[in-house]
Each structure stands twice: as C-alpha cells, then as structure tokens.
C-alpha cells in the first residue's frame, strides 16, 4: 500500500514539473502569439525578420496581414488546421536548424497563397481569366500548370530579398510608423 502512495506521489509530481516546464517554454516561445493575426507572431523567430520587414514597406502592409495571405479564409477549422501544420513544420525545421537561409514556400503554402490572391483580385482575375487566350502562348508549360500571381508580381509583398545572407545586417526589427 506504502510503494502504491509513494508511485502516485512520483508521478503527481512529475506531471507538475512537466505542466511547469510546458508552460514556461510556451512563454518563451511566445505561443499564443500564433493564434493572432499580429504579423509580428511571424519575427518571434529571427529567420522571418527580412520577410517582415520588406512587407512593412510593401502596399500590402496598410490592408493585409501575413495571415490573410498565407492561410486559408475560407473557415476557423481550415485556417487552423494550417496554422497547426505549418507551425510543427516550423517548429521542427527551426529547433534542428533544417531551415534554407532563403526561405521557400511549400507547396501547401503556394496553393493557399494563390487562392488568396485570387480571392482578394477577384475583379482582376476575372478579366485576366477571361482574356487568357488573348496573352498567354498555351504551349507554355508554366501556364498549362497553373502560372502564379508571383510569377509576375515578384515584389509584392516582400521585395526583391529573398534570404537571410541577402540582408545580413536586418537584426532587429523597427517599426514603420
């Protein structure tokens, strides 16, 4: 009976320090940032400083945020489950330094950035769509395949930098007012 209320003891106590460790680390992370729309959940990590602060002067910086390009707007559940996806992905290429200096999107990132795109320049696109055969040479790969808004619009929203050795001195952020 002792050994059984000496184990529960253990292992009381051990969830408590594991509860205690969680929480501090979630802190430092600063975790519940991520659940917000504030760009600046996207600098808690120094790799996104160059991608923060080309977008702080691009034209999309007055009306959108980082989140309404790169996830889904379509519904909580989608956004989330993005956020959710792309945050282990980052937590995992960022805690073992996996990560390329000039950071790529992912495929999963392209699609929803596109669909945004899309959404967003609705009135644009429309046309655009409607004239294609008009301006595009269809035996082009890239336009069969799907041509992306970047493809054209290199600089929108974050310039022409691509990487962390391209802005070697962008170590800290200042705020355009």
Known sequence: MKENSKFKKIAIFTFIIALIFFVYMAYIAKAWSYLSKDPKACINCHVMNTQYATWQHSSHARDVTCVECHLPTDGFINKY????????????????????????????????????CISCHKSITSTLATNADKYHNFSDDYVENGRKCWSCHKEVPHGKVRGLTTAPHNLGIKEVK
């Open 81 to 116: 489950m993005a956020k959710a996806k792309d945050g282990w992905n980052h937590t995992m290429a960022f805690t073992f330094n996996t990560y390329d200096p000039v950071i790529q999107i992912s495929e999963d990132g392209a699609k929803r950035v596109q669909a945004n």
